[in-house]
């Protein structure tokens, strides 16, 4: 989980421990032990003096000070602790006192101390505008890096409504809101973050585009879930993230059986297979399909990445991959006079189909020129799987300028239920 910048500031230490207020030679008595003003005249002049620090306090926050510095906690509240026990403290003396244990409770990660003496040096006049926000800025961060995200998001909202703009606390708000469990808050917050990267023509951040997915799936908002993977894939693709948004594909209610191996190749393009039965089932449906010499190749990419292993020769593993490369090997056989005789045919399919025959053979370029004449003649059926299987052959072959056009004619198009998804998947991947 992403953690804020290191609040090294010190945004609560009182400016004027380094003003002359402070300094060990401009130390005054208490205005309590002053003689009163001789009249009205005088009193309004008293008034408009700088409130001063006695020697007796400021000595002591001088040296706490330095040993915050250094880095000497232990010590500094030590010195903190002595001031503290002075007697007849004025209300300036202890703003002053309350801001030194701001920065102490800074230095020591202590968010509620922190909490506590921002309130107490925020009870006079003397804390300004710019330090009330920065005191928030840094109240919010303690209360995060402690865990306590309830409180973080009361202080960064604080801070925002006070005119804060810090970008760090904006991404802790979201991130704050989803760590306390709070996820529709979290989906609104990080929802405006990503859209406002995106309309700047900014890259959003990972993490909120990544807690925005789990956001809208922990709420069950499947149209929302599936828009934060597919912003995810566009900007950070990771196959893991394909997975995920391939899974969301499959278990799309009335997902067309005559999509399913175009589903198989996207999903072998993008995340590729991960289990036996992804390529037993992907081959089993290219035989199908009459596609015997593609069953044949994914099959083989199973048995390399170790994921089929041959078992007894009467196996169903087994009589599938005995049935898959013979029907290839008389496909092979045969493809020459097929091709010819496909090139007869008023129909583009069949001159299609056994291009796609060559490409997977291994003969690409003759192949890919096959497909791309049988399309021109015309497919009087499926046509639009055919551009869809195309594109999965220019994609192979990192084609990317054919395969976007073919897309683009694809765009919009619903029947059969998937195609919508796979055009824009196969988009996303591709660009």
Same mark, same amino acid.
Request: hydrophobic residues 45%; aromatic residues 6%.
């Given at each position: 989980?992403? =953690?804020?910048? *290191? ?13 002359? %207020? ?25 008034? +408009? #003096? ?6 007796? /306090?400021?000595?002591? $926050? /001088?040296? &706490? =000070? ?19 026990? #002075? ?5 300036? +003396? ?5 801001? #030194?244990?701001?920065? $102490? ?11 506590? !003496?921002? =309130? ?16 928030? @800025?840094? /109240? ?45 808050? &979290?989906?609104?917050?990080? +929802? ?11 890259? *959003? ?31 950070? *693709? ?14 799309? *209610? !009335? ?23 992804? @390529? ?35 196996? +169903?593993?087994?009589?599938? %991959? ?26 583009? $399919? ?22 791309? !004449? ?33 897309? =683009?004619?694809?765009?919009?198009? %619903? ?11 196969? %988009?996303?991947?591709?660009?």
């Amino acid at each position: 989980m992403m =953690q804020t910048k *290191p609040l090294t500031s010190c945004a609560l230490l009182c400016a004027a421990l380094c003003a002359s %207020t402070l300094a060990p030679h401009a130390l005054a008595q208490t205005a309590a032990s002053a003689a009163p003003p001789a009249s009205a005249a005088s009193a309004a002049a008293t008034q +408009e #003096v700088a409130p001063t620090v006695r020697p007796e /306090i400021g000595n002591l $926050l /001088i040296d &706490a =000070q330095r040993l915050l510095g250094e880095k000497n906690s232990k010590d500094a509240a030590e010195k903190l602790r002595a001031a503290d026990a #002075v007697a007849n403290q004025t209300p300036y +003396e202890q703003h002053i006192l309350a801001r #030194v244990k701001g920065a $102490l409770a800074q230095v020591t990660g202590d968010a509620d101390m922190a909490e506590a !003496q921002y =309130q107490l040096a925020g009870q006079g006049p003397w804390l300004k505008p710019t330090d009330r926000v920065a005191g928030m @800025y840094a /109240i919010a961060g303690l209360y995060y890096n402690a865990k306590n995200y309830a409180k973080a998001i009361d202080w960064i909202t604080r801070y925002q409504q006070q005119g804060g703009n810090d970008p760090a606390l904006t991404v802790l708000l979201g991130q704050s809101y989803y760590l306390n469990a709070d996820y529709a808050n &979290a989906a609104k917050a990080l +929802e405006g973050e990503v859209g406002k990267a995106l309309a700047q023509g900014k890259v *959003p951040v990972e993490i909120q585009l990544k807690l925005l997915a789990d956001s809208r799936s922990r709420m069950r908002d499947d149209a929302g879930y599936s828009k934060a993977l597919e912003t995810l894939v566009q900007y950070y *693709p990771s196959k893991a993230t394909w997975r995920s948004l391939m899974a969301r594909l499959w278990a799309k *209610p !009335q997902l067309a059986g005559r999509l399913q191996l175009d589903v198989f190749r996207l999903q072998m393009a993008s995340a590729s297979l991960t289990d036996a039965v992804d @390529y037993t089932e992907m081959a089993a449906l290219a035989m199908q399909e009459g596609s015997a010499i593609e069953a044949a190749r994914v099959l083989d990419q199973g048995y390399a990445a170790g994921l089929l292993v041959g078992g007894d020769k009467g196996s +169903e593993l087994q009589r599938l %991959t005995d049935k898959v490369r013979k029907s290839a090997a008389e496909d092979r056989a045969t493809l020459d006079k097929d091709v010819l005789r496909a090139k007869t045919l008023s129909d583009g $399919l069949a001159m299609f189909n056994y291009g796609f025959n060559l490409f997977q053979s291994g003969q690409t370029e003759r192949g890919v020129i096959q497909m791309e !004449q049988g399309l021109a003649k015309g497919i009087a059926r499926n046509a639009d799987l055919a551009r869809l299987r195309l594109v999965a052959v220019y994609a192979d072959l990192k084609q990317r300028d054919k395969a976007l056009p073919l897309l =683009q004619a694809l765009s919009g198009k %619903t029947d059969p239920v998937g195609l919508e998804e796979c055009v824009r998947y196969w %988009t996303l991947l591709l660009r």
